[in-house]
């Protein structure tokens, strides 16, 4: 049985057009209609949730799931079920317990890259014992969860003759480390504060996680992709020998573009009719980020080339599918507005209205008074 709005399979060699593959992507990312499922099973499926800033995942979760309890991803994050580690492309995301000590080590190559050549830390601590700066690190971190200022402060002693935020960042990229509470909590606050993930979950990494496996889910949830595609969400490199492996089990496509997509033989393709509600994204969302060729997903080439007149945080807006607009939130004592900037104009904007009054209401329940301002262009 196929679920709504979806058909069964497709044989191999097919051509999907642009707007096939952003309803498929939105199918598989739960952004056709909101889904009964658990906060866990949600964050499992979609691999890792970007959670640079805190208040991302709950956005992300509030867009994609029916009554969704923001509270209970907070008992998840202060119970040790969820945590935020550094993983796909060196940034932090919110993964379950269980895919941190996966994902960690599966991850490793993208986070020493990072560090060694992708920052300017690694060319800092040129000559130094980096095995005994990471067992300080890992001694101080399983002493008690510090902050970075603090790890630098206490590494730098130790090695005066080096850069400290260096050190501290060593750390940070070649140890698993994860953020901890109340920091990533639904209301709660705090500085950056990072102990070893081995020690918070209070289990060992897992020795052997399978990347087939991984990309696997990849295709689960991004599919139908091409290789540069899972590349790109995970930072990995050299994955085509992965997906030759694999391609027995999988299935074929054409982009337009002539590029082959790879995708699970009984993944479901949402017909490319299927409407597409407004949604809002977090100001990072795996959807835009997690392919190299993000057409599927942003008209054209317009990844953010709009200007504003300030630096306030700005988020994605999919309108019928597609991104079409950025909003922020801009909260003044007992007020909060939610402001809408459109690239182009704005088909149906009695539903991005609606759905913008809930995802306030979400955001600011306790504002005694609340205003939606979509700007006009």
Not at 218 to 244: H, I, N
Not at 317 to 340: M, P
Request: aromatic share 6%.
């Amino acid at each position: 049985m196929t679920d709504a709005g979806t058909r069964p399979s497709t044989a191999s060699g097919g051509v999907l057009s642009r707007r096939a593959l952003n309803r498929a992507l939105l199918g598989r990312q739960l952004l056709l209609g909101r889904e009964r499922r658990s906060v866990a099973e949600t964050v499992e499926h979609l691999v890792a949730m970007q959670a640079q800033n805190p208040r991302d995942p709950y956005v992300a979760l509030w867009t994609r799931l029916q009554d969704f309890d923001p509270h209970e991803l907070g008992r998840m994050v202060a119970e040790r079920q969820a945590v935020r580690i550094p993983l796909l492309r060196t940034t932090l995301h919110l993964v379950t317990a269980r895919d941190c000590l996966i994902l960690a080590p599966l991850l490793r190559p993208v986070l020493e890259r990072g560090y060694w050549t992708g920052s300017p830390f690694g060319r800092k601590v040129k000559g130094i014992d980096i095995d005994a700066v990471l067992a300080a690190g890992r001694e101080l971190l399983d002493e008690r969860p510090r902050t970075t200022a603090q790890l630098r402060t206490l590494l730098g002693e130790r090695w005066p003759g080096y850069d400290a935020a260096s050190l501290a960042y060593a750390v940070h990229h070649l140890v698993p480390v994860v953020q901890v509470p109340p920091r990533g909590v639904w209301g709660g606050k705090g500085l950056p504060t990072w102990a070893t993930a081995e020690r918070w979950l209070g289990r060992p990494l897992d020795p052997a996680p399978s990347i087939d496996r991984l990309v696997l889910r990849y295709l689960a949830a991004f599919g139908p992709a091409t290789v540069m595609d899972v590349q790109a969400w995970s930072g990995l490199t050299r994955l085509r020998e992965v997906t030759e492996r694999l391609r027995p089990q999988l299935r074929t496509f054409r982009d337009p573009d002539g590029k082959e997509l790879l995708d699970l033989p009984d993944a479901p393709l949402a017909d490319p009719d299927t409407p597409a509600p407004p949604r809002f994204l977090p100001e990072y969302d795996n959807l835009v980020l997690g392919h190299a060729d993000r057409t599927r997903i942003v008209p054209g080439d317009a990844v953010w080339k709009w200007e504003f007149p300030d630096t306030a945080f700005r988020s994605p807006l999919l309108v019928d599918g597609f991104v079409q607009a950025a909003w922020h939130l801009k909260r003044d004592r007992d007020s909060a507005t939610l402001v809408v900037e459109p690239l182009a104009l704005l088909p149906d904007l009695a539903a991005v209205e609606e759905e913008a009054t809930r995802l306030l209401e979400f955001l600011a329940p306790e504002a005694g008074r609340r205003t939606i301002e979509i700007a006009t262009r």
